[in-house]
Each structure stands twice: as C-alpha cells, then as structure tokens.
C-alpha cells in the first residue's frame, strides 16, 4: 500500500460513514467514555477493534512491544491513571500474542543493542519462571508459555500501581489476563486468579494500610 493509497481509502471512509449516519462525526468528536483499558503488544498483526469487535470511542488503548508494564514506564503508567482516575473505565486487559517477536528476542542471550533494556524485563520473567520455563522439551511451547507468563507478570506489574489498588479496593475494576492466537484467531482468557496474586503480593506492595 503506497501512502496515496492511504488518503484515498480515507475519503472512502468518510463518505461511507457519512451515508451511515451524517452526524457520525459529530457523536465521534464527543467526549469518549470506553469501558475497557487495553495493553497489547505493538505487533502490526494484532489489529484490537477487529479482534475484539468493538467501535472506535469503545476501546481506550497502550501498546509497546511486548505487553510490557515496567514500573519506570511515565508513558504506561500515565496511561493507566489516566484511564483508571478520569476515564473511570471498568476493565482493563493485558493481551499478549503467541508468535511475538519480543518476547522471542528476549528468550535469545544476545546483544540487541537500543532493546536490550526493555527487553531485560521479558527476560526478568523467564529468570522468575526458568524452572518451568527450562522443564518444557518443545521450543515452541516454551516460546508460548513465556508469552502466557509475561500476561501474567505484567497484570502483577499493574497491581502493583497506587492507581489500580484503590480502584480494586473500591470494586470499580476487573483485571484480565488474556493471549491472542495468530495461528487460530482465538482470544484466549488466562483466567488469572486476582485474589491470588493480591494474598501473595500485598503484604509487600500494599499503599494503603
């Protein structure tokens, strides 16, 4: 697709959404109030409203490679406080992907120059999980399970926030783990155990006792 191609389709866009409905844009330029918080990953096959059948103005979104929630990240932790504190949504979802090129480089002991400090923490969730992690004979399901671990860490990641903690101790938020199949299409639910996570990390990062 060259960038004309792009301006063109752009056109088409606005006259089809305009013989839809002729205020279309009037209502899309109103405030916004999404229910849901997405993280994914920056991959340009992973395509959010597609995969989740949703309009624009439903889905407030952060993405970087790798799903990567780091507590030193101003621009995801923004994010998150801004959708939590002023947007009030009421889910926030971390998806992951299988086949995802970060997670990949991280499971490789190389040097990747710019990347290599981002990627340290992909690679701090292999060091927490390399038992299991080195126990699986497949390559691929390693690959898969790093990516399914990483959802994990990062929804811990996020617990760990001022901003998420109130909004769970008020019961406003729900929290979801989940991992998208390239190989299948399917959206799979990592069912993560919140209650879990909050007896075995609290006594350390609780911000309000």
Known sequence: MKIRDIFEHNEKWIAERLRADPDYFVKLSGPQKP????????????????????????????????????????????????????????????????????????MTARDEGLLNPWLRHIRDVYRIHRNELN???TPGRRFDRLVELNVVEQCINIVKTRDVQKALLEKRISLHGWVFDLRTGRLIDLKINLEKIMDEIMDVYNLFE
């Open 35 to 106: 229910e849901y918080l997405f993280i994914g990953c920056s991959d340009s096959r992973v395509s959010v409203e597609s995969l989740l059948g949703t309009k624009p103005g439903d889905v407030f979104m952060h993405r970087n490679i790798g799903n990567v929630i780091p507590s030193n990240d101003l621009n995801a932790l923004s994010v998150i406080s801004y959708a939590v504190n002023h947007i009030r949504i009421k889910h926030i979802i971390v998806c992951g992907h299988y086949n995802c090129g970060g997670v990949k480089a991280a």
């Open 135 to 137: 126990s699986i004979d």
